[in-house]
């Protein structure tokens, strides 16, 4: 189990984690989700030892990682596919992190094969494509045959069967009861890989709950309603009688109408009493990225200017950020409407100030929501223009983790191997 309590990561005045506690448990896949700089590989760099915490404390099994015995064979992890040494054969990558180790050389070809590289083991890396780099990677990670492995971004620049190789391998390894804790943006992927979900935003937790429970606790399912557009009357004939017993109506774009509040043999009877035809009435659930979407809304650091959300979010007056998630709460004002029992009002056109006012769509209370964190919130201020990066050089490079990338020539010895 990787248990991170308090953790703390600060780079000179930027706040990269803060008071971030979570627990990531064996027997299942844990996606770690946040948008871009909201401090994944920071955390993962910490629990890996790459980095230092400022304040607070992440261990694995119980122990800090520089202090696990015989680190490589517990734990495994690939945080930059490129972060391999590009003038050496594929084998001899691996070979040097399982000598470094103890591994034998049986399991290098072992760990080649089921990344399927093994037709490619005697070329030079630097030659790989993006997506050889990611399974190579991968075999550094499954090297040590650990039972906690870290995966940071692990499906970047696969093609979709390399993907469904990932999900499937993250799938099996949970199963044999290890810890896998991995990251990615891609929410259609995550669905169906992990489990459970520890989501951050600008460095804090915002959720820590199933796939399931995330997925209700940030998004209300509804109603689809269609009637014939040839008679917009009736329309309005039934968004009436569906106001009047209790539901709260929606347009869609397409002219459809969004139903929450009442079920769908309610909302069948009420259209048969009012003698309203419909051409659709089906039920809906938000996706994981839907839901995520509204969860992370407020934590986004960097936003293209011609980003309009495709529809799906309430206009923003010029200059105004949307206000950064309650934990546990989600993101108010965006996509679906919120279960009933949440006061709902209908959207009104936006009035400057307050983000307060925002509370009218928020989400339900969520299981397993973050506590408010201690101490000082540096995010308390607004969301400031992106600063350049400056990455830190790993303090230590546990092996066969993480590997370093250095620049060097291929050597002779190398070759000759
Ligand atoms: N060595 C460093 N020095 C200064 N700032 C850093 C350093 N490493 C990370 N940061 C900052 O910390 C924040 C979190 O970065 P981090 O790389 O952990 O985010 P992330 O969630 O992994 O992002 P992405 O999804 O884009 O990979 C960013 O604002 C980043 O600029």
Redesign the pocket.
């Known amino acids: 189990m990787i248990e991170a309590v308090g953790l703390t990561k600060r780079?000179?005045d930027?706040t990269?984690v803060h008071n971030l506690s979570f627990q990531v448990r064996p027997g299942a896949v844990t996606g770690f989700l946040?948008?871009?700089?909201?401090?994944?590989?920071?955390?993962m760099r910490m629990i890996l030892g790459l980095d230092n915490p400022t304040a607070g404390t992440v261990t694995i099994g119980g122990y800090p990682y520089r202090k696990l015995p015989n680190a490589a064979r517990q734990v495994g992890a690939l945080l930059d596919a490129k972060a391999v040494h590009g003038g050496r054969h594929a084998r001899n990558h691996l070979l040097c992190l399982a000598q470094l180790s103890g591994i034998p050389a049986r399991r290098v070809d072992e760990v080649l094969g089921v990344v399927g590289l093994q037709d490619v083991a005697r070329k030079r890396s630097k030659g790989f494509s993006l997506g050889m780099g990611q399974r190579l990677g991968i075999a550094a990670a499954l090297l040590g045959d650990p039972q906690v492995l870290l995966f940071d971004?692990p499906v970047n620049g696969l093609d979709p069967e390399g993907i469904l190789w990932v999900r499937n391998l993250m799938k099996s390894l949970a199963a044999e009861g290890r810890t896998v804790f991995v990251?990615s943006?891609l929410m259609s992927e995550m669905a169906l890989t992990a489990d459970h979900l520890i989501v951050i935003g600008r460095?804090q937790l915002l959720s820590d709950m199933s796939v399931t429970d995330f997925i209700s606790a940030n998004s209300a399912d509804f109603a689809r309603v269609r009637t014939p557009h040839t008679d917009p009357a009736l329309r309005e004939k039934l968004t009436s009688a569906l106001t009047e017993a209790g539901g709260h109506v929606l347009p869609e774009q397409d002219g459809a109408l969004r139903v929450t509040g009442l079920p769908l043999p309610r909302i069948s009877d009420l259209a048969h009493e009012c003698d309203v035809r419909l051409w659709e009435l089906s039920p809906h659930q938000a996706s994981l990225e839907e839901a995520y979407m509204r969860m992370t809304q407020g934590a986004v650091d960097y936003r293209s200017t011609v980003d309009q959300k495709a529809g799906l979010q309430q206009p923003l007056p010029p200059g105004v950020q949307p206000p950064m998630p309650v934990p546990g709460q989600g993101q108010p004002g965006w996509y679906a409407p919120p279960p009933p029992q949440q006061g709902y009002a209908p959207p009104q056109p936006f009035q400057t100030p307050p983000a307060a006012s925002y509370g009218a769509y928020g989400a339900p209370g969520a299981p397993g929501a973050a506590p408010a964190p201690g101490g000082a919130n540096p995010y308390a201020a607004p969301a400031q223009a992106p600063?350049a990066?400056?990455?830190?050089a790993p303090s230590a490079t546990p092996a066969p983790a993480p590997a370093p990338a250095p620049d060097a020539a291929p050597t002779k010895s190398e070759d000759a191997r």
């Open positions: 780079y000179g930027k990269a946040g948008p871009n700089g909201s401090g994944k590989s920071t955390t971004e990251s943006h460095g600063a990066q400056t990455p830190a």
